[in-house]
């Protein structure tokens, strides 16, 4: 049974900085892809970032291209999200989710998390 958990959300003024980690266990961490989604109030989930299985490639939605950075270690079975110059807009509920290939579709996924809530003040 595949576990992912979220940790490291919480309240944080805009420009402010944090790192969210999802740990991974149930089935071999380093053989599937990984991705950031997020859910705000009255929104659709979206994409946030996506990581290949090693690590080689990333991927970043536009809206959080050069503040925030995906990145894994394999060895701890452990996702991060590092995030960086922190604004309102990204107040959402941020999941983790494990699958096939590292895209922004949800389909490629088939395990999520269960959700690490981020809260940006202005």
């Known amino acids: 049974q595949v576990q992912l958990v979220e940790s490291g959300g919480g309240l944080v003024q805009a420009g402010d900085s944090l790192r969210l980690s999802c740990a991974a266990s149930?089935?071999?961490?380093?053989?599937?892809?990984m991705g950031w989604f997020r859910q705000a109030p009255g929104k659709e989930r979206e994409f946030v970032a996506a990581i290949s299985l090693s690590g080689g490639i990333t991927l970043h939605a536009d809206s959080v291209k050069g503040r925030f950075t995906i990145s894994r270690d394999n060895a701890k079975n452990t996702l991060y999200l590092q995030m960086n110059n922190l604004r309102p807009e990204d107040t959402a509920v941020y999941y983790c989710?494990?699958?096939?290939?590292?895209?922004?579709?949800?389909?490629?996924?088939?395990?999520w998390g269960q959700g690490t809530q981020v809260t940006v003040s202005s």
């Open positions: 989710a494990q699958g096939l290939r590292a895209d922004m579709k949800e389909r490629s996924y088939d395990y």
């Open positions: 149930g089935r071999t961490f380093s053989s599937y892809a």
